[in-house]
């Protein structure tokens, strides 16, 4: 089978949202994102809300500034489960791929 990484810093590392978006709870582990900072976005989709629990959800934002790093989960999905969770990131977000500080590369949502 095969998988995709995504790197999560906000909600996908909640419980609730990976059993009510996969029917199951992931297995990560700890990473981090260079030259991005985190910002906070107000979230209107009220489906992403009530699975969330949140209405302002974290985003990440470039910045280039090495010294800036996002502390996160590095998830495997399959393709379906990340067609999930594309439908779960409300319409501000933007999926991108990235190198990790680990060497990993993985998807993330970022600010649109």
Not at 4 to 26: A, D, H, I, P, W
Request: net charge neutral; aromatic share 10%; hydrophobic share 35%.
């Amino acid at each position: 089978m095969i998988t995709q990484r995504v790197f999560s810093y906000g909600t996908l590392q909640y419980e609730n949202v990976q059993l009510s978006k996969f029917g199951r709870l992931l297995k990560g582990t700890k990473d981090s994102l260079p030259e991005f900072n985190l910002s906070v976005l107000e979230i209107t989709n009220p489906e992403v809300v009530a699975i969330s629990g949140h209405k302002n959800h974290p985003v990440v934002v470039y910045t280039g500034d090495r010294a800036h790093k996002v502390e996160g989960m590095v998830f495997e999905l399959t393709q379906t489960e990340l067609e999930k969770a594309d439908s779960y990131e409300s319409a501000d977000y933007k999926k991108i791929h990235v190198k990790l500080n680990s060497g990993l590369l993985a998807w993330v949502y970022v600010q649109r």
